[in-house]
Each structure stands twice: as C-alpha cells, then as structure tokens.
C-alpha cells in the first residue's frame, strides 16, 4: 500500500506540473498573442479570466462529484479534457475561439486541486498530510521555475502554437496513464468518513477565513503566473529569453519553501495535535511577511532591487501553500474534495480578478505601481482573516479529527 500510496502523490506532483505550465504557457506568449490579435493589456487579460470563469464553474462541482465517483474517474476526464482544450488553443485562428478554448480549458483543469486533495484523503494519514501536499505542489512552483526558460525559448524558436500543442500532447500522455496508476483507494481512507451536508462547510468560519486567505494565495500567484513577464518587459525593456531566467528567482524560492512548511506543519501537529497552530499560523505569518515585501516594488526605480523583493514576496506568499489543503483534510476528512472545491472556487475567483485588475492598472495608471499596491493590500487582508477567523473547534461528529482549539 505504502509504495502505491507514494505512486499516486508523484502522479499527482507531475500532474501538478504539466497543469501549471499549461497555464504559464500563456504568459510568455503575451506579446506575440497581442501582436497577432491586435490586443490591449486589458483586453489581453480578458482572456486570462475566462480560463479562471471555467475552472470557476467546476470547482465546486468537481468536489462533490470526486467524493461521490472517486478520483480515478473524474480526474481522467478533467485531463482529457484540458488535453483537447490545449491542443485547439493552439490551433485556434479567430481571437473568438480562442477565448471560448480559453473556459475549456479551465473546466478541464479544474479538477486538479480538489482530486489531488481527494486522493490525499484517501491514501495518506493524516500526520502526513502536509508533507504530502507540500510535494505535489511543489509541481506549481517547479512548472514556473523550469517553464520560464523552457517556454520562452519554445516560443522564441519555434511559435507560441507549437507551444500550446506540444503541452497538449503531454497532457494527454498524463491522461492515458493516470487511470493504469490510480486504482482503488485503501480501506479506512477518507472515502469511508462521515459526510456532511455541503451548506454546512459553507457556514464553517474556518473553512470561509482559509478560502479567502487563498484568494489572496491565488491573486499572488495568477500575477506570477500572467504578469512577470509582461512586468520585466514593459517596465525594464527586457528580452523575452533574457526575462524567462529572470522569471526563475521567485519559483525557486517557492519550491525549497513549499515542502519545508509542510514538514513544519506535520511536525507540529503531531507534537500538538493543533491545526490553529500548526496549520493556521504558518499561513498568516508567511502572507504577511509576503505581502510587505511586495511594497517597495512601488517605489523602486532600481531593477536589481525590484527582481530581489518581487522574489521574496512570491517565494514568501507561497510558502504556506500546503496547510491550506491539510486544513480541508483534517477537518473534513470525509469530504476533502468538497471542502478543497470550495477553497479552490476562490482561488479561481482571484484568477478572474487579477488579469482583468492588474491590466486595467497598468493601462490606467502608466505602469505596475498601482498592481502592486492591489497586491499587497489583498495579502494582508488574507493574513489578518486567517489570524482572526480561523479558529478550529472540536467537532463531535464520529470520524472527525479532535484538535485543541
């Protein structure tokens, strides 16, 4: 059990992986898409909102359909899915297509985090849980540390097209052996623990205070994602391959903090047996540290300066990526996908925002100062609900994980 448990979560970290460069892919692709389209920032951010419009659609759905149906299923439809999504971005030669591709593909990737959550649940105790999800995200950062160099050349060399149809390819790959790997979860997983009714998740302040926090998560990280290049090459003059290692610094920081927090977590909650504190102070206290870190980007007019604190704002804002899904597996075990969906919807509620936002700011205002203001206050409004609202409490219900608030 032990070496098919680990199996499924280094599944689950490449498709973490393959996921987020298909959603990378699109940032380095900013200006030769707005040269052949003829698009603004605005206009181009449009499109980065429809991708976060579809997973937004499926977020909460696929929860519940992965606690009912299981992982296997539901995720290899999700994959094939994004598969075929990527592939007609590709091909795609009216800005119409394009955009309808665009929610596709979101309804396609939508799935990933709750099944991967699900699969958590189902194949790890939850001692490990942390570390668990501290590997496989680590797929996010690593896609964005090995994609800056990987797809800016790709692009550089070949066309932003091959780009999108070469991840396709991947994608499907992943799709074909998703369900040779993934089988039955063992007995006692989370699978076989109580179920509650989805209003009363929604109705748990915990639960609320950890999915806005993960807004502000996901509004860091989609302007990672849709904007560090654009923000070197319009502000800096840089070139494309030259801003792709540039692009590395804050992933790399990210993937070294990912899996040390979650060990921390897991660390602390077995000595504590406390999520407050071992799985809602790391989040707090690394958003916070994130969020004043992004404040000189507004006032610096030193490149060198501004790609050092752009790095620790993101390596520090994700840091604390994996207790946001352990908080969802320790207190509902038995319904980890639901409760991951509805944590994930806002993280797709943020992918909405920011392109739209953060384009709209830098067309209005001349420039990012005004983004990264946005930035800030969000993550620290994240870090002050965590730190206020986020109190677990014992729940009595048979199955649950007791804690000490």
Not at 70 to 78: A, F, K, N, P, S
Request: aromatic letters at 14%.
């Amino acid at each position: 059990m032990a070496r098919r448990a680990w199996a499924v979560m280094a599944l689950a970290l490449v498709l973490c992986l393959v996921n987020y460069l298909d959603r990378v892919v699109i940032s380095f692709a900013i200006e030769p898409i707005k040269q052949e389209f003829g698009l603004s920032n605005t206009a181009f951010g449009l499109a980065i909102s429809l991708f976060a419009l579809g997973a937004l659609a499926v977020n909460g759905l696929s929860g519940l359909l992965l606690d009912r149906f299981g992982v296997r299923l539901v995720w290899t439809i999700g994959l094939l899915l994004w598969s075929a999504a990527m592939a007609a971005l590709g091909l795609a030669e009216v800005w119409i297509l394009f955009l309808a591709m665009r929610v596709v593909l979101g309804l396609g990737e939508g799935v990933n985090f709750p099944a991967m959550n699900r699969a958590v649940a189902d194949w790890m105790p939850p001692r490990m849980a942390g570390r668990a999800v501290g590997i496989m995200v680590v797929g996010v950062p690593a896609a964005l540390l090995l994609g800056g160099p990987l797809l800016s050349h790709l692009i550089a060399d070949f066309s932003w097209r091959w780009a999108f149809i070469a991840l396709a390819g991947a994608s499907l790959l992943l799709g074909i052996v998703l369900p040779i790997i993934y089988r039955r979860p063992p007995r006692g997983g989370g699978a076989a623990q109580p179920r509650r009714d989805w209003w009363k998740l929604l109705r748990n302040p915990t639960l609320l205070a950890t999915s806005w926090s993960f807004f502000a998560f996901g509004y860091v990280l989609w302007f990672g994602i849709t904007w560090i290049p654009g923000y070197f090459e319009q502000t800096w003059g840089m070139e494309l391959t030259k801003i792709g290692w540039f692009s590395t610094a804050p992933w790399g920081l990210a993937c070294l903090f990912i899996p040390l927090v979650g060990w921390y977590s897991d660390q602390h909650m077995m000595r504590t047996g406390c999520i407050r504190s071992a799985r809602v102070h790391p989040i707090w206290f690394f958003q916070l540290i994130g969020a004043l870190c992004f404040v000189p980007l507004i006032f610096t007019h030193d490149q060198n300066l501004a790609i050092i604190m752009l790095s620790l704002a993101i390596g520090f804002s994700m840091a604390a990526n994996a207790p946001y899904y352990a908080i969802c597996t320790d207190l509902f075990p038995g319904d980890a996908a639901t409760a991951t969906g509805i944590m994930v919807t806002c993280f797709s509620i943020s992918g909405l925002t920011t392109p739209l936002l953060t384009g709209w700011l830098t067309d209005t205002f001349g420039g990012f100062d005004a983004a990264f203001a946005a930035l800030a206050a969000f993550v620290v409004t994240g870090a002050l609900g965590m730190l206020i609202f986020a109190r677990p409490q014992v729940d009595t219900q048979p199955g649950d994980l007791e804690v000490n608030p």
